[in-house]
């Protein structure tokens, strides 16, 4: 069973759409949970943690369901800047705070 | 800003050798991980290092590996005996608890084994 399971896309959207990404994890003592960013052949950069009451980011909303295990990213008004892999990114429930990662959702940001 | 650094970026080597990976982690972090990416996989984790001793590794992390800090500033992992499989590139990263969490990642070393 996947620790994290996302929708590989890839997703394909005009500059300025909003683009939604899911996200489930396996583990219920998940502890916390993260949004990671990915450029082609780099390594995973931070976009943005996730937290049970939803969190914003200028045009980037995250949101948290600990019921469901679900995490969900949106993207508004998408920029061409934004064509990436997006990874939705928990720990394990011990201390090392060791990530699990799912394995990516590629967004392509078309002009 | 302060950064993860890995040297070398990309390492050749041929079946059966032993390469060592190096990472310079953010200076005031005090826990460090190996992950690695298979091409075209997602990350894995491999091991996570705090107060000079393995905190957790994965099933990955086998007899073949280990971790060491040798000074105060660089985090090494050493495969003893590559294999073909071994091949995917390695992400160093380290936290600084005080930081939400956030694990910083370096750019990562390409391992290519032949």
């Known amino acids: 069973r996947k620790e994290v399971e996302q929708d590989p896309g890839p997703f394909n959207v005009p500059e300025g759409a909003t683009v939604a990404f899911n996200c489930t994890y396996s583990n219920s003592a998940s502890q916390s949970f993260f949004w990671y960013r990915q450029d082609c052949r780099k390594e995973p950069k931070l976009l943005m943690s996730v937290y049970s009451s939803g969190n914003e980011d200028g045009r980037f909303t995250a949101q948290l369901n600990r019921a469901s295990q679900y995490i969900s990213l949106l993207i508004r008004d998408s920029k061409l800047s934004d064509s990436a892999t997006y990874l939705c990114?928990?720990?394990?429930?011990?201390?090392?705070?060791?990530?699990?990662f799912g394995t990516g959702t590629r967004l392509t940001v078309i002009p | 800003e302060p950064e993860v650094t890995q040297t070398p970026s990309h390492q050749v080597t041929q079946m059966g050798q032993e390469v060592i990976l190096r990472c310079v982690p953010i200076s005031n972090h005090l826990y460090f991980y190996w992950y690695r990416q298979i091409l075209g996989q997602k990350v894995e984790f491999l091991v996570s290092?705090?107060?000079?001793?393995?905190?957790?590794k994965s099933e990955i992390f086998d007899d073949q590996f280990s971790v060491e800090r040798p000074d105060g500033s660089n985090f090494t992992l050493k495969i003893r005996s590559t294999k073909l499989e071994d091949s995917a590139m390695y992400f160093c990263a380290s936290l600084d608890r005080s930081s939400y969490n956030e694990q910083f990642f370096g750019p990562g070393t390409r391992l290519t084994v032949l």
């Open positions: 990114v928990v720990t394990a429930q011990t201390g090392a705070n060791n990530l699990f």
């Open positions: 290092f705090y107060n000079n001793e393995i905190s957790e």
